[in-house]
């Protein structure tokens, strides 16, 4: 009997889903667990000792309300990592830290200046569009899906462009550092533990160059950036960076793979956004909610909470599984049908999680669609003919930012 056939789940059903879902030999099919665990029960144990929660309730709930923190993933996650190995990064804080920090570097990564980027990022997509069809055949993670956001957010902070392939080595080995790390091969912790200090130190220089000589970018803007006479310190600026190059670019790139990997797979749905362009926005609304590049988050209760039945006293962790959430069918209708259209009228149609809820909603999130927007407008105006050339292309390991290792296409003009 296949997993997808289980209508009542028993214990061992239930058990080999949750083994499936966290072994990297069953990472291109997670869905099918997740339909197993969701009509299962809303709370299941995890490898690491957070339980996890699947349905779509819960899950905003835990994302939405800000008495569920997000200061305790180091040591829940990462104990193996020193508190002083990692710089003080928003993403791990909570109010009033959280809310000090992320304003000071919100005013770096306005609206307006997203906006601002339109035509730059219209140049790159037409650059790596002329060298995939020069090829024909390519690889998308390579050729598209990595130097589109890597190149973006690398100019972002200053990064000169000869330096780019050196932090796409970084930046992979901190994305697969973001597993909990009792499921981490000691190749990988050992990867982390070379690329956490290489990193730092090559910001450190690239921070303290940008104090003395703010440049043209949002870097620069960060150096000066002032509130109140408060300004971000050398370590502040440093946890920024990780967490605009990881939680932004990493992502970015899965939102490509996993999205052009779901329109290839139904080209039925790529032709009605060759049909109507206006489709866009909603089909990247939808590749979101359909695949997402980010699985699952973590909180921790401030106080005493309750979520799925369960009373999680304060300090209790709690796994909120996001890509689970986003198929529920309690809130989705036909959730495993790739549908372009259905964000058509976003205020009818229920919120994906893949961008979180509450005060750590994605700060990228602009950025990461304006990025998805132009390349698929791009690509229906530049490209014929697009071929998937695998059946079934090659995952990462990673279990919380989930996405392809390649993905071979031919492309015709």
């Avoid at 665990?37 to 994302?63: E, K, N, Q, W």
């Amino acid at each position: 009997m296949g997993l997808t056939d289980v209508t009542s789940p028993s214990t061992t059903v239930v058990e080999q889903a949750i083994a499936d879902f966290f072994d990297p030999l069953h990472r291109d099919d997670p869905y099918s667990r997740y339909d197993i665990l969701r009509a299962a029960g809303p709370l299941h144990p995890t490898p690491f000792g957070l339980p996890m929660a699947t349905r779509y309730s819960d899950c905003a709930a835990i994302l939405g309300n800000g008495d569920w923190g997000h200061d305790r993933e180091l040591e829940q996650l990462h104990p193996t990592i020193p508190a002083t190995a990692f710089p003080s990064t928003f993403l791990w804080m909570e109010p009033p830290d959280h809310t000090r920090l992320r304003g000071l570097v919100s005013k770096g990564f306005t609206p307006r200046s997203v906006t601002a980027l339109r035509p730059r990022i219209i140049a790159l997509v037409d650059e790596l569009l002329d060298n995939a069809l020069d090829q024909g055949d390519f690889d998308l993670i390579e050729t598209l899906a990595y130097p589109l956001p890597l190149t973006i957010v690398c100019e972002l902070l200053g990064v000169p462009a000869v330096d780019h392939p050196q932090i796409q080595v970084w930046s992979q080995a901190l994305a697969r550092a973001f597993d909990p790390d009792v499921l981490m091969p000691a190749e990988a912790l050992a990867a982390r533990g070379s690329a956490i200090p290489a990193f730092l130190g090559y910001f450190r220089e690239l921070v303290r160059a940008q104090r003395r000589n703010p440049g043209d970018n949002i870097m620069g803007a960060l150096v000066q950036v002032e509130e109140r006479g408060d300004r971000l310190t050398e370590d502040e600026l440093l946890g920024t960076c990780v967490t605009l190059l990881i939680a932004g670019h990493e992502t970015t790139v899965n939102l490509v793979g996993n999205g052009m990997l779901a329109l290839l797979r139904h080209p039925g749905q790529l032709a009605e956004l060759r049909a109507d362009r206006s489709l866009i926005p909603s089909a990247v609304e939808e590749l979101l909610r359909y695949d997402s590049p980010i699985h699952m988050n973590t909180r921790a209760a401030k106080r005493e909470m309750e979520i799925g039945g369960r009373i999680f006293a304060p300090g209790d962790g709690v796994v909120a599984l996001i890509a689970c959430a986003n198929r529920d069918p309690a809130v989705f209708g036909e959730p495993d049908r790739l549908d372009v259209g259905r964000y058509r009228n976003r205020t009818a149609t229920p919120r994906h999680l893949s961008f979180s809820l509450g005060h750590h909603y994605c700060l990228g999130a602009p950025l990461a669609l304006l990025e998805m927007e132009i390349l698929l407008d791009r690509l229906l105006d530049r490209v014929g003919s697009m071929e998937l050339l695998t059946a079934q292309p090659a995952y990462k390991p990673n279990v919380l930012i989930r996405g392809l290792k390649d993905l071979p296409v031919r492309f015709a003009a």
